[in-house]
């Protein structure tokens, strides 16, 4: 299976590709997760990366790319992976694209978690208070909405176009949302 998880900020990715992945036993590869990390550990990706994060903006698509090109040639994602986080732009859909045409592969789905701006705010300003994560500031996640609305959520389209968009309603408590999303992939995908 190859799949991907898009949504706005705090729409849930990373806790439903945690879910995603493990039924379907492949790597789920959050770039958000890639940066965290690098940050936290001071590497020089880290420090490249720290101020465009707090603030919001989007990293360059040479460096992004590079780092999943690099996460994709593991020998894990051989038979698979959940890309959650990316593609973001259209950058970045031509070099899925182009990564999936030269293994003759194909995305099998592309889950699309809808939930309403208010309720997105809610849930980044509680993980702000509990996890105190750097870019979870009121200015910051306006700032990552709009990013978002303007260079991300059109990409749905790209994939709608290809028919292998599957909406699901990111509302509800997480159990909730992961059976609604099992149910559309399976449907989907016949798997
Ligand atoms: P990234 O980490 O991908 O951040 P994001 O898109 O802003 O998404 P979040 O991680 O905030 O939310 P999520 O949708 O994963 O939801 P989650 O499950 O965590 O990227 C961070 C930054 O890295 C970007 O802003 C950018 O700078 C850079 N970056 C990353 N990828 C890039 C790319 N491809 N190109 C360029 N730059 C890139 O849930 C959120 C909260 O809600 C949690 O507290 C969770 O417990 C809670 N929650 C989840 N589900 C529910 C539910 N059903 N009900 C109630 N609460 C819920």
Redesign the pocket.
């Known amino acids: 299976m190859r799949l991907l998880i898009m949504?706005?900020?705090?729409?849930?990715?990373?806790?439903?590709?945690t879910a995603l992945a493990e039924r379907y036993g492949i790597p789920a590869v959050?770039?958000?997760?890639i940066?965290?990390s690098n940050i936290q550990q001071g590497t020089d990706l880290g420090v490249q990366?720290k101020a465009?994060?707090e603030a919001?903006?989007?990293?360059s698509?040479d460096l992004?790319e590079a780092i999943v090109a690099d996460r994709l040639a593991q020998p894990d994602c051989a038979q698979g992976f959940l890309l959650?986080?990316?593609?973001?732009?259209m950058h970045?859909v031509h070099f899925l694209d182009e990564h999936l045409s030269a293994t003759s592969r194909q995305l099998d789905a592309v889950v699309s978690?809808q939930v309403n701006p208010d309720a997105l705010v809610d849930?980044?300003l509680?993980?702000a208070r509990?996890?105190g994560?750097a870019?979870?500031n009121e200015d910051t996640i306006r700032r990552?909405m709009e990013?978002?609305a303007g260079q991300t959520a059109p990409l749905l389209f790209h994939y709608e176009r290809q028919g292998i968009l599957v909406d699901v309603d990111?509302?509800?408590?997480?159990d909730?949302?992961r059976e609604r999303m099992f149910a559309g992939v399976d449907k989907h995908t016949g798997k």
Do not use: N, W
Not at 30 to 33: A, E, F, K, R, V
Not at 56 to 59: Q, R, T
Not at 84 to 89: C, L
């Open positions: 949504g706005a900020p705090g729409a849930g990715k990373g806790t439903q590709a959050s770039t958000g997760d940066f965290r990366v465009i994060i919001g903006e989007y990293v698509d992004t959650d986080g990316f593609p973001r732009t970045q978690l849930r980044l509680e993980r509990i996890e994560r870019d979870d990552r990013v978002y990111g509302t509800g408590t997480v909730e949302v």
